[in-house]
């Protein structure tokens, strides 16, 4: 009788494959955790590094309104420092709020919100027609 024919070769060899096969899909499976944990590690450290490389960016220029922000996601979330830091990049004064929270613009407050768009509209309003003027006044 060979390996072949004997059924208890046949069922040792059946049985030495199934642990082979299990152990290499075990392999397998550790192996593409390890690298997907891996993947996230540095997904998450590239983040990381993103945020804090963004947020000194964006103190070197808050710096000139004396204003400093400590956590990018927390301290841009009202819009307040957003302005500030759009204001020193253009070198444009942008529209100042006076008495409107952002509670209120969030909250849905109509008054507040008119006040608001009205600002706004005054404020660029007034500086078409003064760029207008300025056209004009310099081609007559």
Avoid: C
Avoid at 32 to 38: A, G
Avoid at 57 to 86: A, C, F, M, P, Q
Avoid at 108 to 124: A, E, R, V, Y
Wanted: charged content about 25%; overall charge positive.
């Amino acid at each position: 009788m060979d390996i072949f024919t004997d059924p208890g070769v046949m069922t040792s060899l059946f049985v030495v494959g199934a642990h082979v096969a299990t152990a290499a899909g075990v392999w397998l499976y550790r192996r593409h955790r390890r690298h997907r944990s891996q993947r996230h590690r540095s997904a998450h450290e590239r983040d990381r590094v993103q945020k804090k490389t963004f947020t000194k960016w964006v103190n070197k220029h808050l710096i000139k309104v004396r204003k400093h922000i400590t956590d990018l996601y927390e301290d841009l979330r009202d819009g307040h420092n957003l302005i500030s830091l759009l204001e020193v990049l253009s070198g444009v004064t942008l529209v100042k709020l006076v008495n409107i929270r952002n509670d209120d613009i969030t909250d849905g407050n109509p008054k507040l919100t008119l006040g608001l768009i009205w600002t706004i509209i005054l404020h660029f309003q007034v500086s078409l027609l003064l760029i207008g003027r300025q056209w004009l006044m310099a081609v007559f």
